[in-house]
């Protein structure tokens, strides 16, 4: 099926690395008690020495540790590839979804172990709990009472509703789109309870609201700020009033966000840090030193760091790398539309009147030999070490949804590589070592975001790409403005204003249903949605759309693991 001619150059299955800054000079502990005891806590400075006292309850049988709001004092986290928005429905970019997330929040959340979590509201609608209707057409949402937004207003399902029609507006150009596919409406049946509809039965009801891509904002904010006018709300859309545990106080675009402790949040012992900065800017190895070495920040994100570095780093002892397997995979995504610049408006825009070919990358022949080309297993020795995996795999987890059939790009293989091209007529006429596709030379422009690992990578697959008579020019983008959602700028990974791009991308929870939906050709990124689908390649295929739609009303988890494979 022509599903099968789409080819992303998966690289590799990447850890979350994370880093915690530890505290050498400070002494906690903590005790399992039967009564109400006092924790004491010991806190040595230069100049003196301070003791804090925790009340430690049972409850239900089980200790917990209550703390004053805002104990911890300031966090400080590096996000090197800084926030350029705090409305995570304008971006795609990991970097402005998380750190919105603090702020706003969704219905239900996803916690580390996949499982769906009530979070916004009383409990998450099943069948059983009659929440979800017998014939999967509809989900009932039950909100929290007495949950406020940062400036003292009750959140109701009016907000929600708002949320709903805020995305589904085509106007606009939702990043989360996908979270939405087949709500044909939602409303408000009280003040706390919010109805779903799907156009038809929807076996896997939890996208809409659902994670940090997809949080409620509010109605009384950002009324005016729907459809054309969302990007033109810069009050709106870098200062945010949500229900999370942090408000802004400061954000400064591509650079820094300080949050304050919510005053209002629902939980009064928390958030335990009255103060979180989100530092950008640098790159992934200042990064890893600010915590590692220096012990300037508490806490840095997405250290892709060459290993040996980072081990030198970490015997410093001022803190640890902390990592582990998920879904996210490092890839070189294919532009299926011409990027030259000579088309003006044109240029790598989609539309289904004009698809606006590549005029070499749209060959299936030379997709693939680029791909032979590729020595995955070199590319992670070097780049990532332990914290990297090869695959070929877009959707390398959980498990059951992991294909096999893509395996054939685990091992370079130039001479098949270079057999394909021949066989396809794809050669060199000119003898200057370049060779030609229907006269136009093989000459890919390779971008990504700056940081030591990546130029590494483009370095080391240009050098692959010449044995097989591709010659490639790398160019890196600051990952602040790459990541971004400006749509005035001609640098972000959804512009896609080069051949092949490389990044990584994930998805959250253990079901990929709204990230496969993301290469259908309703998702596919150009002006008419300013450039936020997540369809980044271009890729549209009408038998791709149709797994999609199989999928959504699919219920056996077999079944759904077997359309996943056939996407992938």
Known sequence: MKHKNLILFTLLALVSLLIAACQPQTVEVTRVVEQEVEVTRVVESETEVQVEVTRVVEVEGEAEVITQRGAGGTLNILYWQAASTMNPYLSGGTKDIEAASVVLEPLARYDENGNLVAWLVEEIPTVDNGGVSEDLTSITWKLKEGILWSDGTPLTAEDVVFTGEYCLNEEMGCNAATNFDGVVSVEAVDDLTVMITFAEPKPFPYAAFVGAEAPIIQKAQFENCTGAAAQECTEQNFNPIGTGPYVVREFRANDVVVFDANENYRDPNKPYFSELVFKGGGDATSAARAVLETGEADYAWNLQVEPEILTQMELAG????????????????????????????????????????????????????????IDRGILTQVGYGQAGQPTCNVLPAPAIYASTANDGCLIQNIEEANRILDEAGVVDTDGDGIREKDGVPLVILYQTSTNSVRQGTQALVKQMWDQIGVETELRNIDSAVFFGGDPASPDTYGKFFADIQMYTNNFSGTDPEAYMSNWQCSEIARAENQWLGNNIPRYCNPDYDALVAEMSQTAALEERAALAKQMN
């Open 318 to 373: 001022n803190g640890k790398v902390v990592s582990s397997f998920g879904t996210s995979v490092e890839r070189l995504m294919v532009n299926f539309t011409n990027p030259d610049p000579a088309l003006g408006d044109r240029r790598s825009e989609w539309t289904e009147d004009d698809p606006n070919p590549h005029p070499f990358l749209s060959d299936l022949a030379v997709r693939q030999a680029l791909s032979l080309a």
